[in-house]
């Protein structure tokens, strides 16, 4: 099983829409997690932590589910430019080393 | 004025060249990093450097040599290039190397080997 897990999508949406997905992740112990945010040919960018009790940033909300081991992002009135694959992140709980998914593609149509 | 820049942005060599890959970041941060992106878009991360000393080598073929002159800059060497090696080489650093460090990555490397 890989240690990250998350539906690859494509999730294709028009303006305004929610749009929301899981990444479940293996290592009960992880300690931290984050969602980076990659646009195509370009670098990862962070986008949010992902705290226990759950934590929204503007039009993003992401949940943690320790018992299930999922993180979720939702994505409210989606825009043309939040069009990108998003990075589910997860932190090991022994070495601190950074473990990503291989993203979910979120296309925003007008 | 980047805050984590790569040379080079593309590098196209044959199978059983060495070549580097610089990485720099002017943020002052402690911790650097090499990721390789393959095909399937996986990142995995290859190593991590705090302070110039190793403390993250993962199973990484020990034709990969970091080397970390100072905490500023973390280059990647690359001997006797392989097929399997054309991937998105990523650069990136953090304050420290704690549980709830932010990483910078660079703009990446794009490699491709023929």
């Known amino acids: 099983r890989k240690e990250v897990e998350q539906d690859p999508g494509p999730f294709n949406v028009p303006e305004g829409a929610t749009v929301a997905f899981n990444c479940t992740y293996s290592?009960?112990?992880?300690?931290?997690f984050f969602w980076y945010r990659q646009d195509c040919r370009k670098e990862p960018k962070l986008l949010m932590s992902?705290?226990?009790s759950g934590n929204e940033d503007g039009r993003f909300t992401a949940q943690l589910n320790r018992a299930s081991q999922y993180i979720s992002l939702l994505i409210r009135d989606s825009k043309l430019s939040d069009s990108a694959t998003y990075l589910c992140?997860?932190?090991?709980?022994?070495?601190?080393?950074?473990?990503f998914g291989a993203g979910t593609t979120v296309t925003v149509r007008a | 004025d980047t805050a984590v820049s790569q040379t080079p942005k593309y590098l196209v060599t044959q199978m059983g060249n060495d070549k580097s890959i610089k990485c720099e970041q002017n943020l002052g941060h402690d911790t650097m990093y090499w990721y390789k992106q393959d095909s399937k878009k996986f990142l995995k991360i290859m190593f991590s450097?705090?302070?110039?000393?190793?403390?993250i080598n993962e199973t990484v073929p020990n034709r990969f040599s970091p080397k970390s002159p100072d905490k500023a800059h973390l280059n990647l060497h690359i001997n006797s290039l392989e097929l399997g090696d054309s991937a998105v080489y990523f650069c990136a650093s953090s304050q420290g190397s704690g549980v709830q460090e932010t990483q910078y990555f660079g703009p990446g490397t794009r490699l491709l080997v023929l």
């Open positions: 290592n009960s112990a992880s300690q931290s």
């Open positions: 450097y705090n302070n110039k000393e190793l403390i």
């Open positions: 992902v705290y226990s």
């Open positions: 992140v997860v932190v090991g709980a022994n070495d601190y080393k950074l473990s």
